[in-house]
């Protein structure tokens, strides 16, 4: 499974990499120079709007960037030009909101009035404080929040709500589904539209998938089929367990679980017991990936109810 290429990049997307040539010929690469610190990239359509940007704030990158290096661009900004094919992708005549892995948050059209509002500085942890999290990935905006809400609808409506979940337990010798109280309690379907999971196996391979591969080193190369999930208010939990400890589910290597309505419900986070008491509980539309060798569990649902959904790498 490779990454999908697109015409254009839109919120949530990595910037792909691309070699940015100044004026006086010297070169340099996006993801070399430009990583680990927020960014404001522009495109403006002429030297006017070039000339009216608005002031870059401290510790921020500003990129000026066309098919040709932009002029008429204030002091703080850097003009470059780029590979016309990916200037396309961003578009023309707008200022992106790019967070510090390069990830595009949002877009301004140009000329700006206003500086763009600045987000606060998060405070960094101490050794102390890191050394118990576990060994997780989140990633922001791999959904869209109106995607999201329109899985739960998939799920409520088009579903019928779901099934109650069961899992494969050992009778007679032999393996069977059962629903099992003891081990968790939630609803689930297998999406019934193929054109809403063509929508989801999309955003995985454009956000999803090439963070994986640059975090953890891996192509995926499978995946299990996609499962809506929803766990209802004072019955919705998963006792803590891994993914991959039975022969039939040996194969998986990640778990992948996208938030759908984060902020609707209390309770329902992700622990990772064998790595202290922190609780996971990412935002509406971004996925935890985690090993499937991790004792996880989800945490009972106190009030509301929490929507996701998850699928397994290989």
């Not at 989140?138 to 069961?166: M, Y």
């Not at 995985?204 to 080193?217: D, G, K, Q, S």
């Not at 995926?220 to 208010?233: G, H, I, Q, S």
Request: neutral net charge; proline residues 10%; glycine residues 8%.
């Amino acid at each position: 499974m490779n990454a999908a290429a697109s015409a254009h990049w839109l919120p949530g997307d990595r910037l792909p990499d691309v070699r940015l040539r100044a004026a006086d010929g010297t070169n340099c690469t996006l993801h070399a120079e430009f990583a680990g610190a927020p960014l404001w990239l522009a495109t403006p359509a002429d030297a006017q709007d070039a000339a009216r940007l608005p002031q870059p704030p401290s510790g921020t990158f500003a990129l000026c960037v066309g098919p040709q290096a932009p002029v008429g661009a204030p002091q703080g900004w850097r003009a470059f030009a780029a590979d016309a094919r990916w200037c396309a992708g961003v578009g023309t005549g707008l200022l992106w909101l790019v967070d510090a892995n390069l990830r595009l948050c949002a877009s301004l059209a140009l000329p700006q009035r206003a500086p763009p509002a600045i987000a606060h500085p998060i405070e960094p942890l101490t050794g102390e404080r890191t050394f118990p999290i576990a060994p997780v990935l989140q990633i922001p905006g791999v959904f869209e929040p109106g995607f999201c809400a329109e899985l739960i609808r998939h799920l409520e409506v088009d579903c019928g709500g779901g099934d109650v979940s069961a899992v494969m337990v050992m009778q007679d010798g032999e393996r069977r589904m059962q629903v099992d109280p003891d081990i968790k309690q939630r609803r689930e379907t297998i999406p019934r539209d193929a054109q809403l999971e063509a929508r989801m196996h999309e955003r995985l391979m454009r956000r999803a998938l090439p963070e994986i591969a640059r975090v953890f080193n891996f192509e995926v190369r499978r995946r299990d089929p996609f499962k809506l999930l929803a766990y209802p208010e004072r019955a919705g939990y998963f006792r803590a367990h891994r993914d991959n400890e039975s022969p039939d589910v040996a194969h998986r290597r990640f778990a992948l679980s996208v938030n759908l309505n984060q902020g609707d419900y209390v309770g329902g986070e992700f622990r990772y017991p064998e790595f202290g008491p922190h609780l996971f509980s990412p935002p509406t539309g971004a996925a935890l990936v985690f090993s499937c060798s991790l004792l996880h569990e989800v945490l009972p649902v106190e009030r509301g109810t929490r929507y996701a959904m998850t699928t397994f790498l290989a």
